[in-house]
């Protein structure tokens, strides 16, 4: 079993920076991909980015892509997402999650390929 706790959310002001950081325990982090997401009030969950089990191949939104960096250091159990030039859109519960396979060879982007998720962080951004 999987267990993910995310943490790093706060408050910030439009054009800031946020590191998301989320731990997970267990023995088998280093052989999952890993995601984020994020879901707004009264919107539905949405894929921000994943990278794969090895941290050779990553995926973004467009939404994010060039203002947002994943990355995962498997010694450590931790996945981290790196938000720069952040915008009031940003604002949601963001969540990680592990695969619910192992190895794969893919970077899964929906969320039916994730059966482990955290708690969520919570990220406010001021316009």
């Known amino acids: 079993q999987v267990q993910l706790v995310e943490s790093g959310g706060g408050l910030v002001q439009a054009g800031g920076s946020l590191r998301l950081s989320c731990v997970a325990s267990?023995?088998?982090?280093?052989?999952?991909?890993m995601g984020w997401f994020r879901q707004a009030p009264g919107k539905e969950r949405e894929f921000v980015a994943a990278i794969k089990w090895s941290g050779t191949s990553i995926y973004y939104a467009d939404s994010v892509k060039g203002r947002f960096t994943i990355s995962r250091d498997n010694a450590k159990n931790t996945v981290y997402l790196q938000m720069n030039s952040l915008k009031p859109e940003d604002t949601a519960v963001y969540y990680c999650?592990?695969?619910?396979?192992?190895?794969?060879?893919?970077?899964?982007?929906?969320?039916?390929?994730?059966?482990?998720w955290g708690q969520g962080t919570q990220v406010t951004v001021s316009s």
């Open positions: 999650a592990a695969d619910n396979r192992r190895y794969m060879d893919y970077v899964p982007n929906d969320l039916s390929h994730y059966d482990h």
């Open positions: 267990g023995r088998t982090f280093s052989t999952r991909a």
